[in-house]
């Protein structure tokens, strides 16, 4: 059986702008219904979770201002997610939500409260994703000039993350005893102080809430380098990966559970989700030909992926020579997701981005047909499922929600009924 998602890319944004289906964007942009839309589709479609990205910065990475991204409506506008989550905890029953939260700029005393406070509201089905944030210009809202080197804000967010756990542990099961008639609400032998002192942070605790009934909200995280798998492999519950190629996605499978087994953790206690688009049709040639329409598009705007290159690597694409074969690039950014964006040797920028692919697998055809395909790679990979990553519509939504899902469960690969758990317990539950 395969652990499905769905990755909102831009985060609580501007969605499908200009595009068709994209619904009556001029008046909906920043009201809640298509994440509630969303949520509710794929809670009754059997998905574990969907994931709100998140940043913090205005980009103007390509072209060197942010005329290019506030034109296009790309990764700007951008509102907290963290407000959205009990929207969605009320409006479904069982999903998961995951939302962004960065450890570069945020005390771990302000998530820590804000992580226990949003698994109480969604009733233990809240998660977030783990990111160090990459921009520069997101460590400028910060009070810092330049960001904190790449390794250096993992083992930054390693300190961090043990003083979140420790706030959520310290009150013990049993700590509210809520005896109305003795006269205690809470008992203070069995909530304690951290007196965390480290490297980087300093807090004495305890959490002045009490961790809600995961304890821990469920840790994500899409650090795909070395550092980022190291952070990864200790901490989370779930991993984002982006591989458009299955023994690629299986290297970093089998590397990421031995790192796990090296930490002494049970490398089953961590689920591992691709990144996935689905272009789906009635047939397998309508959807090709719906994918080869779409490649004609992805060319006449290959600008859209140079910005994207630009966004995640923090390098001016908009400088390089369109012609000229892409020479590596290296970056104090997010690495993986540059190496992924970037990938073709020997091709020349131009037909890097010019190229319809989303740097995770691409599949295409009728709803059977991509379930078989999603069965064979994961097979291939060894588990143990997808991040849809499709541009967010309503149209979208019913294609994956009402057409592939279906088809996954007349195939075995989704659960046939799923019953209301934490979000934790649904990962684990296979
Ligand atoms: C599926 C996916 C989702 C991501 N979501 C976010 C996000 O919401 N915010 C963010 O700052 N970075 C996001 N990233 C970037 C990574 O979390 C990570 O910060 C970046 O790749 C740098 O880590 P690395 O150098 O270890 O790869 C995402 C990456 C992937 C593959």
Redesign the pocket.
Known sequence: MLHMAW?VGQ?YSVHGWQAPWSGRIDLEWMRPDIYLDLARALDRAGFDYIML???LLMPDSYGGTPEWFLKNAWMVPKADPMALVPLIGQATTRIGIVA?M?TSFTPPFTAARLGATLDHLTDGRFGF?I????NERSAQNFGLDEHYE?DLRYEMADEWMDVVDALWSSWEDGAIVADADGGTFADVTKVHPIDHAGRFYKCRGPLNVAPGPQRRPVICQ????P??RGFASRHADTI???YRDADAAKTFRDDIRARMAAHGRDPDDCKILY?MTATLAETDDLARARFAHQGEEVAANFEHKLAFMSYASGKDFSKLDLDAPLPEIRTNA????TKALTAGSGKTLREIASENASGGFDFVGSPDSVAAQMEETARAIGGDGF?ISNPLTRHAVAEVADGLAPALARRGLLPAATPATTLRQRLRAF
């Open positions: 990755f985060g990205e998140d940043g962004t960065t994703n990111v160090t944030a990459h790449h899409a650090g795909g380098s550092a980022g984002l990966a982006r990144l997010a690495q993986a997701s991040l």
